[in-house]
């Protein structure tokens, strides 16, 4: 009897503790869904470009997530892109120490980036760099004369959607 009443007890027990034991699932940052060049891109704390700017622009620079759709790429290599934010906003990319390219057939997708945001003087001759790698002709080069204070983002990684 006391063997029945104790294979009885082992048996609701071993029972209950598998009930009990159900998969938790944690919350919180998710990696982005896509191709990924260079570091990996979690889904919190994405902000509007006009954000990211607006505290760029009060303290010069400022650690950023953003999204857009890329609406050009260096032809040369893909060692930067220019994205158009939500708000209709054009912003130069380059990537963290020249550590990674993007494919240069990229144009209309969507990205997600990951990295610094600064507002920056770009000079005339790294103007006229970027339009060269752009494709652009010489006569579109060489209206290239002043230098400009803008918006620039150096990305430690980037989604391509």
């Known amino acids: ?9 082992t ?5 209950s503790c598998n009930s009990i034991s159900q998969k938790v699932e944690l919350k919180g940052p998710q990696l982005v869904k896509g191709t990924t060049y260079g570091d990996s891109v979690f ?3 994405i902000q509007s470009l006009e954000a990211v700017k607006s505290v760029a622009e ?10 857009g ?12 892109l ?28 969507t990205v997600v980036l990951d990295g610094i945001a600064k507002i ?13 790698d752009a ?7 060489n209206k290239i004369t002043t230098s400009k204070v803008k918006l620039s983002f150096e990305a430690k990684g980037v989604v391509v959607m």
């Not at 759709?69 to 930067?80: L, S």
Request: glycine share 6%; aromatic share 10%; proline share 1%.
């Open 11 to 15: 048996a609701v027990f071993a029972i």
């Open 1 to 9: 009897m006391k063997r029945i009443l104790l294979l009885s007890f």
């Open 120 to 132: 920056d003087t770009v000079s005339v001759e790294t103007q006229r760099h970027y339009a060269e």
């Open 82 to 109: 220019k994205v158009k934010s939500a708000e209709g906003e054009d912003l130069h990319v380059t990537f963290k120490n020249y550590a990674f390219f993007v494919p240069e057939d990229i144009a209309g997708k």
């Open 69 to 80: 759709v890329v609406t050009e790429v260096c032809q040369k290599k893909g060692c930067w």
């Open 43 to 45: 889904d919190n704390n």
């Open 135 to 141: 494709g652009k002709s010489q006569e579109e080069i």
């Open 58 to 67: 009060k303290s010069g620079a400022t650690e950023a997530k953003i999204t």
